[in-house]
């Protein structure tokens, strides 16, 4: 026992009043319940009567706030819940607010006894305590066990709300808007899984249910049960505990969880069914955005005629661990169920397609105009121009992007002939989506000393949205495509002078297309992403159409096969008389670096080796196209890439070692 001398010696602020006032009983009251509080609960901290202050500080430090109750003696009879915390502004209202109001929802409990103190402990650091008692009257032992049975998601609120205001506001706050027999019941299906399924629940699961409720409008609960809304609770939970353990295994690689489930909403005294679909992920930057409409618009890519559920939709996406989830339902517009191929099929493709998605927000990109190359390249459409019946010449510029718009910048240069109109009075006349931004016209020379060439510059403005690919990104190429076709439209006939190697480009990718077709179903975005990687950009223009597909085929190959547990890579080869091709995945960084880099080595002519690199779906993939049909050379080609790559191997196995030995 500790003597009362020694237990515990507190300073309080009004410690300086009066001798004999009733502070000098709070204060003895105070030593008495921290006294009950060490031997009951701390009692280790106790040696020789003595408080071991150092020993109570590693003890008490981590369970704070600390919360406890008193013993019950049968009903009828009263009951004290404890509070000792650090000090924070109204904690302890928080604390008498929620133990009478909501320890048992829908029933206010009688207080017998209320007080609350603020102090300090000297001997054990210069922090501001608060120590709160709340005694309640308990009718009976109905009211006893009913208290018990919610004493554990009070517990996890008291310390959210204790130690935070922010949590204290928004716990009292859906406790006003939601303390309903509905919220009751979704409280009891979660402390159920904590006490069924303790090695996947714990009880940080209650604040991921205060957060859902939340968030959540009110409509939205009200529309669903509770083993719904438990349900979407729970897995939410479990997608954030999940994702936070792979993003410490592989902070570097996206990682994204899918969940579908069929259901029926009570909607307006009517049963619908429903697919509700919960996707986790993690982003690798603060840009990145994904949201409902990526959401919807890769389910349209495989359910066309669903439609989302009106207020079905919610997200969470929390700053500090980078981890976002969603929420939505989607259902057929006649009301049937989902088969059971369709959900398959969702549940085996959209993952993927998902990630491809997820949108990154960029900055307008504005680059100013260089008045010399406007100038030059002036001069150089002039040169073109030698006769008078040959086709006017233009160049064609990216020039800006803002949120909504994209801009380009075009010099026209024509012969101007007597009955001819202006640039601009052409655009006015013409019904085009293209804006005329006039910049100026001037006269660059003649042709026989008669006939007027005119170099017109000016800016042409359209709306990007027809541009966004799936991942939001923007395909400048279709853009300028498109600006040319409707240039053509609106100035009759022209010659693109700087889009050859465009135009070669996107009839080799058509080409290329073409026979991916006739294999069966791609990703057309992959397939993109996959062909303006190819390096050098001259090798997207004289490439085999043929080549390209084999080693997009290759490509497709090895992702579905993956990496082995055991293995930091996959290779796969294929060799042909007249070319190699190699198709490298590996989740760590660094192979492309050291491959490229002893493939320097081999002084290999840029016309005969192409690289592509891209991202499929969060996998790093480098592949090799060597045009040779030198056996020896293909051999030593395919020998420096398994070298390289065992020894980048190893160094990988060493670094890990190391590592888990600091």
Same mark, same amino acid.
């Given at each position: 026992?500790?003597?009362?001398?020694?237990?515990?010696?507190?300073?309080?602020?009004?410690?300086l009043?009066?001798?004999?006032?009733?502070?000098?009983f709070?204060?003895?009251a105070?030593?008495?319940?921290l006294?009950?509080?060490?031997?009951?609960?701390?009692?280790?901290t106790?040696?020789?009567?003595?408080?071991?202050?150092?020993?109570?500080?590693?003890?008490i430090? !981590?369970?704070?706030?600390?919360?406890?109750?008193?013993?019950?003696? %049968?009903?009828?009879?009263?009951l004290?819940?404890?509070?000792?915390?650090?000090?924070?502004?109204?904690?302890?209202k928080?604390?008498f607010?929620?133990?009478? $109001?909501?320890?048992?929802?829908?029933?206010?409990l009688d207080? $017998?006894?209320?007080?609350?103190?603020?102090?300090r402990?000297?001997?054990?650091?210069?922090?501001?305590?608060?120590?709160v008692?709340?005694?309640?009257?308990?009718?009976?032992?109905?009211?006893?066990?009913e208290?018990?049975?919610?004493?554990?998601?009070?517990?996890?609120?008291?310390?959210?709300?204790?130690?935070?205001?922010?949590?204290?506001?928004?716990?009292?706050e859906?406790?006003?808007?939601?303390?309903?027999?509905?919220?009751?019941?979704?409280?009891?299906?979660?402390?159920?899984?904590?006490?069924?399924?303790p090695?996947?629940?714990?009880?940080?699961?209650?604040t991921?249910?205060?957060?859902?409720?939340?968030?959540c409008?009110?409509s939205?609960?009200?529309?669903?049960?509770s083993?719904?809304?438990?349900?979407?609770?729970?897995?939410?939970?479990?997608?954030?505990?999940?994702?936070?353990?792979?993003?410490?295994?592989a902070?570097?690689?996206?990682?994204?969880?899918?969940?579908?489930?069929?259901?029926?909403?009570?909607?307006? $005294?009517t049963?619908?069914?429903?697919?509700g679909?919960?996707? %986790?992920? $993690?982003f690798? +930057?603060?840009?990145?955005?994904?949201?409902?409409?990526?959401?919807?618009?890769?389910?349209?890519?495989?359910?066309?005629?669903?439609?989302?559920?009106? %207020?079905?939709?919610?997200?969470?996406?929390r700053?500090?661990?980078?981890?976002?989830?969603?929420?939505?339902?989607?259902?057929?517009?006649? %009301? +049937?169920?989902?088969?059971?191929?369709e959900?398959?099929r969702?549940?085996?493709?959209? !993952?993927?397609?998902?990630k491809?998605?997820?949108e990154?927000?960029?900055?307008?990109?504005?680059m100013?105009?260089?008045?010399?190359?406007?100038?030059?390249n002036?001069?150089?459409?002039?040169h073109?121009?030698?006769y #008078?019946?040959?086709?006017?010449?233009?160049?064609?510029?990216?020039?800006e992007?803002t949120?909504?718009?994209?801009?380009?910048?075009?010099?026209?240069?024509?012969?101007?002939?007597?009955?001819?109109?202006?640039?601009?009075?052409?655009?006015?006349?013409?019904?085009?989506?293209?804006e005329?931004i006039?910049?100026f016209?001037?006269?660059?020379?003649?042709i026989?000393?008669?006939?007027?060439?005119e170099?017109?510059?000016?800016?042409?403005k359209?709306?990007?949205?027809?541009?966004?690919?799936?991942?939001?990104?923007?395909?400048?190429?279709?853009a300028r495509q498109?600006?040319?076709?409707?240039?053509?439209?609106?100035?009759?006939? #022209?010659?693109d002078?700087n889009?050859?190697? #465009?135009?070669?480009?996107?009839?080799?990718?058509?080409?290329?297309?073409?026979?991916?077709?006739?294999?069966?179903v791609?990703?057309?975005?992959?397939?993109?992403?996959?062909?303006?990687?190819?390096?050098?950009a001259?090798?997207?223009?004289v490439?085999?159409?043929? &080549?390209?597909?084999?080693?997009?085929?290759?490509?497709?190959d090895?992702?579905?096969?993956?990496?082995?547990?055991?293995?930091?890579y996959a290779?796969?080869v294929?060799?042909?008389?007249?070319s190699?091709?190699?198709?490298?995945?590996?989740?760590?960084p660094?192979?492309k670096?050291?491959m490229?880099?002893?493939?320097?080595?081999?002084?290999i002519p840029?016309?005969?080796?192409?690289?592509?690199?891209?991202?499929?779906?969060?996998?790093? &993939?480098?592949?090799?196209?060597?045009? &040779?049909?030198?056996p020896?050379?293909?051999?030593h080609? &395919?020998?420096?890439?398994?070298?390289?790559?065992?020894?980048?191997?190893?160094?990988q196995v060493?670094?890990?070692?190391?590592?888990d030995?600091?």
């Amino acid at each position: 026992m500790i003597d009362e001398d020694d237990c515990p010696k507190i300073i309080t602020d009004f410690d300086l009043m009066k001798e004999g006032s009733i502070n000098t009983f709070y204060h003895q009251a105070t030593k008495r319940s921290l006294k009950k509080l060490l031997v009951r609960h701390f009692p280790d901290t106790i040696s020789d009567n003595k408080i071991d202050y150092q020993l109570l500080r590693s003890r008490i430090y !981590p369970v704070l706030p600390f919360f406890s109750y008193s013993e019950f003696n %049968g009903a009828p009879s009263s009951l004290s819940f404890f509070l000792l915390t650090k000090y924070r502004a109204n904690a302890f209202k928080f604390f008498f607010d929620m133990v009478s $109001n909501w320890l048992v929802p829908g029933h206010r409990l009688d207080v $017998n006894l209320f007080y609350a103190v603020d102090f300090r402990i000297p001997e054990l650091d210069e922090e501001k305590y608060t120590f709160v008692e709340v005694m309640l009257n308990v009718h009976s032992d109905y009211e006893y066990e009913e208290i018990m049975r919610n004493l554990p998601t009070m517990e996890t609120e008291l310390r959210l709300g204790v130690g935070s205001s922010y949590y204290a506001r928004r716990i009292l706050e859906t406790k006003g808007l939601v303390a309903d027999q509905k919220t009751a019941l979704i409280q009891e299906h979660i402390a159920n899984l904590v006490k069924r399924l303790p090695e996947h629940f714990d009880h940080d699961v209650f604040t991921e249910m205060q957060h859902v409720l939340v968030l959540c409008r009110e409509s939205f609960k009200s529309e669903r049960d509770s083993r719904h809304l438990s349900r979407i609770i729970s897995l939410n939970y479990l997608f954030r505990k999940s994702l936070l353990e792979a993003i410490k295994v592989a902070p570097e690689k996206r990682h994204l969880n899918l969940k579908l489930f069929q259901t029926r909403l009570r909607l307006r $005294n009517t049963k619908r069914r429903v697919l509700g679909l919960l996707v %986790g992920v $993690n982003f690798m +930057s603060d840009k990145e955005i994904f949201e409902e409409r990526h959401l919807m618009k890769a389910v349209h890519n495989y359910l066309p005629h669903v439609q989302m559920v009106e %207020g079905s939709f919610f997200s969470s996406r929390r700053a500090m661990d980078h981890i976002g989830i969603l929420y939505l339902e989607v259902e057929k517009a006649d %009301g +049937s169920s989902f088969s059971l191929d369709e959900v398959a099929r969702l549940r085996e493709d959209l !993952p993927d397609d998902l990630k491809d998605r997820i949108e990154h927000m960029m900055h307008p990109v504005f680059m100013p105009r260089n008045e010399e190359e406007i100038m030059r390249n002036i001069l150089s459409l002039s040169h073109q121009i030698k006769y #008078i019946r040959d086709m006017p010449q233009v160049f064609i510029s990216f020039d800006e992007q803002t949120f909504t718009h994209l801009y380009f910048t075009i010099i026209h240069v024509r012969v101007v002939g007597k009955n001819d109109k202006k640039i601009d009075v052409l655009f006015k006349q013409a019904d085009t989506f293209l804006e005329y931004i006039h910049d100026f016209s001037k006269t660059v020379g003649y042709i026989r000393k008669r006939y007027p060439k005119e170099a017109t510059v000016f800016r042409v403005k359209l709306p990007k949205d027809m541009f966004l690919r799936d991942d939001h990104s923007i395909d400048l190429y279709k853009a300028r495509q498109v600006v040319v076709a409707e240039l053509e439209r609106v100035l009759d006939k #022209i010659r693109d002078y700087n889009g050859g190697m #465009i135009t070669k480009q996107n009839e080799l990718l058509g080409k290329v297309r073409h026979l991916l077709a006739e294999e069966g179903v791609y990703n057309d975005l992959l397939l993109e992403n996959f062909f303006y990687s190819l390096a050098p950009a001259s090798m997207r223009s004289v490439f085999e159409a043929s &080549c390209l597909k084999t080693l997009f085929l290759l490509m497709l190959d090895t992702l579905e096969h993956g990496v082995y547990p055991d293995e930091n890579y996959a290779i796969t080869v294929n060799r042909e008389l007249e070319s190699v091709y190699v198709i490298i995945i590996a989740d760590a960084p660094g192979a492309k670096d050291e491959m490229n880099k002893a493939l320097s080595t081999l002084n290999i002519p840029p016309t005969e080796l192409g690289t592509v690199y891209v991202n499929a779906s969060g996998t790093p &993939c480098l592949g090799y196209i060597y045009c &040779c049909d030198d056996p020896y050379k293909q051999e030593h080609f &395919c020998g420096t890439i398994h070298h390289v790559l065992e020894t980048w191997s190893q160094s990988q196995v060493v670094n890990a070692n190391k590592a888990d030995f600091n």
